[in-house]
T-cell receptor, first 114, second 115 residues
């Protein structure tokens, strides 16, 4: 079984401030981890993914995430928020025995204040 | 290259009716996934099709069904519509083998409203 917990359904930051969106997972097998972004009235778009190898992964739009096995975390960060980053962000986990059934977190809505 | 396309964009039905939603995956992708995104309930996995076969199913009643055609496009059918079926239905595609081998590519969604 697998699960994803996103801490904080709403996060608000000022433009230029650090963005930190938290994701913790549980998985009985080595996980594949993903962050997706959903802009209003659109589908989800992949930001970045971790499968194997380097634990710090870089994605689009200046986002990055670090896989920490000991903490079962995959937090998403961006050094400096931009107004265009306002969206809903989803963390997802997929494990070998559950291929085709990625589990998504409940999402975190990021608001960026001018 | 065309992305995942879904139709219709919006659909309004009344309770008890049937709804059919359609999805065309990215060219070369053989797997299609359906998700329901209801207000306040996050993204819920519905169905996974690969090579024309249903590979996995989420925790939804049998009135949610679908199929995948030889050209890998897919349709989702929802019978005996209930008010709580109102949601954004997202289709995604990936290369063979499911998300384990790569990411999901999502369409823009079909918004179903049940009155």
């Amino acid at each position: 079984a697998q699960s994803v917990t996103q801490l904080g359904s709403h996060v608000s930051v000022s433009e230029g401030a650090l963005v930190l969106l938290r994701c913790n997972y549980s998985s009985s097998v080595p996980p594949y981890l993903f962050w997706y972004v959903q802009y209003p009235n659109q589908g989800l778009q992949l930001l970045l993914k971790y499968t194997t190898g380097a634990t710090l992964v870089k994605g689009i739009n200046g986002f990055e995430a670090e896989f920490k096995k000991s903490e079962t975390s995959f937090h998403l960060t961006k050094p400096s928020a931009h107004m265009s980053d306002a969206a809903e962000y989803f963390c997802a986990v997929s494990a070998g025995t559950n291929a085709g059934k990625s589990t998504f977190g409940d999402g975190t809505t990021l608001t960026v204040k001018p | 290259e065309a992305g995942v396309t879904q139709s219709p964009t919006h659909l309004i039905k009344t309770r008890g009716q049937q709804a059919t939603l359609r999805c065309s995956p990215i060219s070369g992708h053989t797997s299609v996934y359906w998700y329901q995104q209801a207000l306040g309930l996050g993204l819920q996995f519905l169905l996974w099709y690969d090579e024309g076969e249903e590979r996995n199913r989420g925790n939804f009643p049998p009135r949610f069904s679908g199929r995948q055609f030889p050209n890998y496009s897919s349709e989702l059918n929802v019978n005996a519509l209930e008010l709580e079926d109102s949601a954004l239905y997202l289709c995604a595609s990936s290369l063979q083998g499911g998300p384990v081998t790569g990411e999901l590519f999502f369409g823009e969604g079909s918004r179903l409203t049940v009155l």
